[in-house]
């Protein structure tokens, strides 16, 4: 195994231009596990650890672009205001150590239908950078993940950057395991309010092949909202919409048995954490966050 | 493979590892520290715990060549003058020590909060232990163990102040 530790983007690209089935490892969160495990043996490891590019985050055009490298901790620390979904369920990620090493680049990376960083990506439309020496490619985050531990990512290409909007409405993030810390989700969901599109975007964790847009739950909702005139003249929502909405976000939901949990119960769970986190957001909305 | 590393204030260069060890090899079969523990290697137990530039990590998760010219503290170092550190010897005097092969993790991520935090409150320690399991199931210990270290940094903080300016705060420790 070769060990290469490239400084800078464009050493990095041409390493992964020689090699292109060359293992990239930043944070080693998921990296390390598989070399530990003696499940992966690459014949050379690229350590984007001291590649800067990609440490790096800021304004564009309206969005905000966030280098892969970026660590949980430091997008709870630097960016919780902005992205406040992708915080909350930054928090939900293993432990201290592991916020201070792991990225939302490697979540992505990884591609688990489990990945908490990922479906408040997917309610937000983020959009995936990915460079190799030929250039550079943006990519939908729902196209760029395209299974289970599968993505779109091409031999000798990095994930550099992700790009997101900045929150302009409340946002949530719900998360069902054993304990509070260290836990693999049983099934997740992030939720993200648009007032400016009049739209609520949801999104389910770890119950299905990939993180799942709830669009029938989003488009009923939306409808309950215009006809109310909601979003001018906010009020609560009744039980019964919210009741809808769950009921919605369950049937897109496709989860499998395994051994975090059954898939009725993710069936089940997804349900009631879409209800609450549409209640939560609807009811900060009313309150008068942003 | 070569690796040189600061660690625990002293420079140190060995030679002969391999590409794929993490920085816990290391640490334990290289550098003779087996003062960091090796249990799950994915991250899972923080037995491991220790300072890779200032942040507290799991050097499971790190490769070992990830540390190449930077500054790693240990558990060993949390204390290098051979006496206890406060969040040492409050482990010590409520028998937050059962087994011990947690403890070290423990020590370093107590420290790690303490550092920032010497006046926790509960749910702040739970959350900041998180990631550190024992199977001998001691928390309530532990959780006596960080609030009286905490005290007792807090106090030496304030003497330190009342006393005279050339009084340097050590109550920390080590480089950190």
């Known amino acids: ?290 | 493979m070569r690796l040189t590393v600061t660690v625990n204030g002293e420079r140190r260069e060995v030679d002969g590892l391999w590409e794929g060890e993490s920085l816990l090899y290391a640490l334990r079969e290289r550098l003779g520290l087996p003062g960091s523990k090796n249990a799950c290697e994915q991250g899972e137990c923080g037995s491991c715990s220790v300072y890779l530039d200032g942040t507290l990590v799991c050097s499971c998760l790190v490769l070992a060549g990830q540390a190449e010219d930077r500054e790693v503290q240990t558990v060993e170092g949390i204390a290098p003058d051979g006496a206890l550190h406060p969040v040492q010897s409050a482990f010590v005097e409520t028998g937050a020590v059962q087994c011990g092969f947690c403890t070290p993790g423990l020590i370093v991520a107590s420290h790690d909060l303490l550092r920032r935090n010497p006046r926790p409150t509960d749910p702040e320690i739970r959350e900041a232990l998180a990631g550190n399991l024992c199977r001998c199931t001691g928390y309530e210990k532990i959780l006596d163990a960080v609030r009286l270290a905490g005290e007792r940094i807090l106090e030496t903080q304030t003497a330190a102040q009342a006393g005279s300016k050339q009084v340097c705060d050590t109550s920390l420790g080590g480089a950190v």
């Open chain 1, 1 to 290: 195994m070769d060990f290469l530790q490239p400084t800078s983007l464009t050493e990095a690209l041409d390493i992964m231009s020689a090699h292109p089935e060359a293992l990239p490892i930043l944070g080693g969160t998921d990296v390390m596990v598989e070399l530990n495990f003696d499940r992966r043996r690459p014949a050379q490891i690229v350590d984007l650890g001291r590649v800067a590019e990609l440490d790096d985050w800021g304004a564009e055009n309206g969005r905000l672009r966030i280098g892969a490298g970026v660590t949980y901790a430091r997008l709870i620390a630097d960016l919780g205001e902005r992205l406040p979904g992708l915080a909350i369920a930054s928090r939900t990620v293993g432990s201290p150590q592991i916020r201070n090493r792991g990225t939302v680049g490697g979540n992505l990376g990884t591609s688990s239908p489990a990945g908490d960083g990922l479906p408040p990506l997917y309610v937000s439309d983020a959009e995936v950078e990915l460079v190799s020496s030929e250039g550079r490619r943006r990519v939908p985050v729902e196209r760029f993940i395209t299974g289970p531990k599968r993505n779109s990512l091409a031999p000798g290409e990095l994930i550099s950057a992700f790009l997101i909007p900045e929150a302009e409405g409340p946002q949530q993030y719900a998360k069902i395991g054993t304990r509070n810390a260290m836990v693999i989700a049983v099934c997740s969901v992030a939720l993200a309010l648009h007032p400016s599109e009049r739209q609520v975007a949801a999104c389910v964790g770890s119950a299905g092949p990939t993180p799942i847009r709830a669009l029938d739950a989003e488009r009923f909702i939306a409808g309950v909202l215009e006809e109310g005139n909601l979003w001018e003249s906010p009020r609560a929502l009744g039980d019964t919409a919210l009741r809808r909405f769950g009921e919605l976000v369950e049937l897109a939901a496709r989860p499998i048995s395994d051994v975090r949990g059954t898939a009725a119960y993710r069936l089940h769970a997804v349900g009631v954490l879409g209800e609450r986190t549409l209640k939560w957001a609807w009811n900060d909305y009313c309150g008068g966050s942003r």
